[in-house]
């Protein structure tokens, strides 16, 4: 079945250092969305990307959408102390049965060190 | 802005009883998808549902069941708990099934003893 892989596992930073998450989907995905979420909380919807090579912004946060839309990015320009926490990509697949059910990759925790 | 409510929050049982999980999906989406979260691990997708039709099913365990009402809510029966039933588990919503974003209600906290 489709898989969803995502790393690094955990990444600790020095507060003003960038941090980067990688995801990579097994087959071609209809689009991907980025999540972030703290301990003892929920998902908070982030961003979604649907274009083939896609790049949006948010503030620090660049989020890129492979040209094979296999693949994504997250990155954050000068971590701060509130940029804790877990980051998940969520792809869907592509495809005409496409229901829209997420399979998330494995997560990225980030630590940041004030 | 209006979200995804869900009830309870918190959850404990013995094993081999019985829970029923509800969700209330944002106003005007009628598409809900469960998932179910272990320690330390993503969100799995249990089950789906658009305009009142199950639309996708997961690892869902035989014993769980679910359905949506015809006001959109949502609700996940989970019978004869088993330790491993253990879990955070949300309920998320969207406009339309297949491309819309997800958003999370913020779980219930399922505990089997």
């Known amino acids: 079945g489709q898989q969803v892989m995502q790393i690094p596992q955990y990444q600790h930073v020095q507060e003003g250092e960038d941090f980067t998450t990688y995801c990579n989907s097994s087959t071609t995905l209809s689009n991907i969305q980025w999540y972030k979420q703290r301990p003892g909380g929920h998902p908070v919807f982030l961003i979604q990307l649907v274009k083939s090579g896609e790049v949006k912004k948010q503030k620090r946060l660049t989020f890129q959408f492979g040209e094979a839309k296999k693949n994504s990015s997250l990155h954050i320009t000068a971590t701060q102390t509130t940029d804790v926490g877990t980051y998940f990509c969520?792809?869907?697949?592509?495809?005409?049965?496409?229901?829209?059910?997420?399979?998330f990759g494995q997560g990225t925790t980030l630590q940041v060190k004030p | 802005a209006a979200g995804v409510i869900q009830s309870p929050r918190h959850l404990i049982k013995e094993k081999r009883e019985t829970a029923t999980l509800k969700c209330y999906p944002i106003?005007?989406?009628?598409?809900v998808y469960w998932y179910q979260q272990g320690p330390g691990q993503d969100p799995q997708f249990l089950i789906s549902f658009y305009e009142k039709m199950q639309s996708d099913k997961g690892s869902i365990p035989d014993r769980f069941s679910a359905q949506q009402f015809s006001d959109y809510h949502s609700e996940l029966n989970m019978s004869s708990l088993e330790l491993g039933d253990s879990a955070l588990y949300f309920c998320?919503?969207?406009?339309?099934?297949?491309?819309?974003?997800?958003?999370f209600g913020p779980g219930t906290r399922l505990t089997v003893l």
């Open positions: 106003p005007r989406h009628d598409t």
């Open positions: 969520a792809g869907i697949g592509g495809g005409s049965s496409n229901t829209g059910k997420l399979i």
């Open positions: 998320a919503s969207s406009l339309a099934a297949g491309l819309d974003t997800q958003y």
